[in-house]
């Protein structure tokens, strides 16, 4: 194997905080967490082997770490919660199967195996419920928020095309409803900050849709493009105005909510989440046409994540080659295709 291909996988998953002020990995060597903005490399840590995941837990010094399937120090069927202060492992949690996802928001955290998923309270580490999920999750599909005291998820269900979302509230009362979304399996999802609206993609990467959690109903469709393509991320802005959409294809879509027709977009933002309904909600087919990206941001690299910052700038994530961080400017009048972007390399060029 050549340096330049030992290069191209230095790089693992990338996880950012939920106020999106950082974003976190594991490294071949270790792990690296940096702030958005200004971008910066806050820690940059040595450690015996590769990293598949490092979550920050509520922007302290403790990380969640998985390794990867080489690591013969830190198996990937295990969550080891990390000191970095102190540098040294504080408590691990050990799973029967590899895991496939890592998400944690407040005091909690949530494990995304192939095909279940644990919900823990990070205190004690005590289990609070399991979940099954659709049996062939490989890419750990999983989207956690927080609204006041309510902890808001949502997952492929079991069935295929289908999402659940499970609402726990303040007495960690449960909560859940289906949302049939897909015809196909469920590629890339997210909830926006408020956890009232949904947006999915499938494994095709042609459509994007939105829904309200309230009523189930589809409350925009827009079209990312006509050729299939993986989906690797979704991000509302914080005002609900715009969709982010990175894919394998290159390109950076951001979808404007607002003029998109839905006359209903107010309302969803003011409702309730939840209406103690526990049934199957179905979304017409032929509610919205498919409008195409409002502005587009055009990037060489494959593996691309976006997220939107406090102040409605776009943050978008390459883990190509040595990784590089954009912060991206676009005409939130116009649209269009932009080239506004400052652009930072995350690691040195040397192998």
Do not use: W
């Not at 820690?43 to 969640?64: P, Y």
């Not at 956890?195 to 459509?207: H, P, R, V, Y």
């Amino acid at each position: 194997m050549s340096d330049d291909e030992e290069v191209k996988k230095e790089i693992h998953k990338i996880s950012f905080s939920s106020d999106n002020s950082m974003f976190s990995f594991g490294t071949e060597k270790g792990f690296i967490v940096c702030s958005t903005k200004p971008f910066n490399i806050i820690t940059n840590k040595e450690m015996k082997g590769g990293f598949l995941f490092a979550e920050v837990i509520d922007n302290s010094n403790i990380i969640a770490l998985v390794g990867d399937d080489k690591n013969d120090f830190f198996p990937n069927t295990k969550v080891i919660f990390y000191d970095e202060f102190q540098s040294k492992k504080i408590s691990e949690l050990k799973f029967g199967y590899p895991i496939r996802n890592l998400k944690t928001i407040a005091n909690y955290i949530f494990v995304v195996l192939k095909d279940s998923i644990y919900f823990f309270k990070i205190t004690n580490l005590s289990i609070i419920s399991k979940f099954k999920t659709y049996e062939k999750n490989e890419n750990g599909v999983f989207a956690v928020s927080k609204k006041d005291k309510e902890i808001i998820f949502c997952f492929p269900d079991v069935e295929l095309g289908n999402i659940k979302v499970i609402k726990y509230n303040e007495k960690m009362e449960k909560e859940e409803k289906v949302l049939c979304a897909h015809v196909s399996r469920i590629a890339c999802l997210n909830l926006n900050k408020e956890a009232n609206l949904i947006c999915s993609a499938s494994d095709t990467g042609t459509l994007i849709r939105v829904f309200n959690i309230e009523n189930g109903n589809l409350t925009h469709e827009f079209r990312r493009g006509t050729e299939k393509a993986q989906i690797f991320s979704l991000d509302f802005s914080s005002n609900n105005e715009f969709l982010s959409c990175t894919s394998d294809r290159g390109t950076v879509h951001i979808f404007n909510l607002k003029k998109s027709g839905d006359e209903n977009l107010e309302k969803v933002q003011k409702g309730s989440l939840f209406n103690g309904l526990k049934r199957l909600l179905k979304a017409p087919s032929n509610v919205i046409s498919a409008p195409r990206s409002f502005a587009m941001f055009r990037i060489n690299d494959i593996n691309t994540f976006s997220v939107f910052g406090p102040d409605e700038q776009l943050f978008v994530v390459s883990t190509d080659g040595n990784g590089k961080f954009f912060e991206i400017g676009f005409d939130r009048k116009n649209g269009g295709e932009t080239v506004n972007a400052d652009v930072y390399q995350i690691l040195d060029e040397s192998p």
